[in-house]
């Protein structure tokens, strides 16, 4: 009578159970405590966001642990595909990235050794013509009558061009006169309506850059209120 040997069936089935153990092995599970594993989320920049050279990139990211969700890391590393390491800060910002995409990544490792990571493009254009932004505010705005405030923006300018002229323009109505200044101090918005506030520069050439923002004026007598201008968007 011939004899089976049982010898492949135990080694298949060991290996089988060799498997699954490795697939559901704590260290590939961020929601186990024993993993090891932190969740981290790029806050700033965007994923594909696009930046002009010299323009300052603000980089902030957020790590949590899987299993109880409560905030993690205590050493942060960031690196730039094209630039090498940039910084080892929770948050920074920096001015200097090279043209180029930039693959971004953070590393963040807690003091029980879990680590994490998480990555973003950045693109950074060289600047070939005039612009001008608007920094503050940031975006469209509402003020109460009688309120202060001190605009301010970013001129970028190529090589080899040079500026000639610049001028504030609060608006048709506003009551505020225009000022041909880079930085023209505290206005007072003190008539309700809305108004388009806009910086514009101008070069030796005549060619002009200009950034307008939307500014809405309250009446003291109309209920407050309120406007969160940074972030200008849920984030």
């Not at 990544?105 to 005039?130: C, F, I, P, R, Y």
């Amino acid at each position: 009578m011939r004899r089976t040997s049982h010898i492949p069936v135990l080694a298949l089935a060991a290996a089988l159970l060799w498997q699954v153990s490795c697939r559901d092995a704590p260290r590939d599970n961020p929601f186990d405590p024993e993993a090891g594993i932190l969740l981290v989320s790029v806050l700033s920049p965007q994923d594909s966001s696009v930046f002009l050279v010299g323009e300052k990139v603000e980089f902030r990211a957020l790590a949590r642990t899987g299993y109880d969700d409560l905030p993690a890391g205590s050493g942060w590393l960031w690196s730039s595909s094209i630039s090498g390491q940039l910084s080892n800060e929770a948050e920074f910002s920096t001015d200097s990235l090279p043209s180029g995409t930039h693959r971004i990544t953070v590393l963040v490792e807690d003091s029980l050794w879990g680590q994490g990571s998480a990555h973003v493009a950045v693109t950074v254009k060289e600047l070939t013509e005039l612009m001008v932004r608007i920094t503050s505010p940031a975006a469209d705005t509402v003020f109460l009558a009688g309120g202060l405030f001190s605009p301010a923006a970013r001129e970028y300018i190529p090589d080899g061009i040079s500026v000639s002229g610049r001028a504030w323009h609060f608006g048709d109505g506003s009551g505020i006169a225009d000022i041909t200044a880079a930085a023209p101090g505290t206005v007072v918005w003190d008539i309700p309506g809305t108004f388009e506030m806009t910086y514009q520069v101008v070069d030796t050439y005549g060619r002009s850059a200009a950034d307008t923002l939307v500014v809405t004026v309250l009446a003291t007598s109309e209920p407050p209120l309120v406007k969160i201008i940074s972030p200008a968007a849920d984030t």
